[in-house]
Nanobody, 124 residues
Framework: QVQLVESGGGLVQAGGSLRLSCAAS????????MGWFRQGQGKEREFVAG????????YYADSVKGRFTISRDNAKNTVYLQMNSLKPEDTAVYYC?????????????????WGQGTQITVSS
């Protein structure tokens, strides 16, 4: 069982930056593939970024590539999402997710555990 708690959300102006953190419980954090997803109002949940369990590979949605960076610190049981050059269309609730097996998939139903979400609002 893994519990995930996101933090770092808030209101930011377009062009600004935020860093999200996702703290995980449990001793096997390093064995999970981790992903960040987001869900805008009235929209489906979409993949943003993912990182495999050995941190050797990262994956990004085209819409955030070059602006967002995912990383993890297995010693701290934490995964991060650094978001730069934020745009109003990045406004959404951002969720952290963990997937058993260590690999990364872009489909939400491939993930076993989810955080409660944190709101990001980007003003123009």
């Amino acid at each position: 069982q893994v519990q995930l708690v996101e933090s770092g959300g808030g209101l930011v102006q377009a062009g600004g930056s935020l860093r999200l953190s996702c703290a995980a419980s449990g001793r096997t954090f390093g064995s999970y593939g981790m992903g960040w997803f987001r869900q805008g109002q009235g929209k489906e949940r979409e993949f943003v970024a993912g990182i495999s369990r050995y941190t050797t590979r990262t994956y990004y949605a085209d819409s955030v590539k070059g602006r967002f960076t995912i990383s993890r610190d297995n010693a701290k049981n934490t995964v991060y999402l650094q978001m730069n050059s934020l745009k109003p269309e990045d406004t959404a609730v951002y969720y952290c997710a963990a997937r058993s097996g260590g690999t990364v998939y872009s489909t939400p139903n491939s993930y076993d555990y989810w955080g409660q979400g944190t709101q990001i609002t980007v003003s123009s």
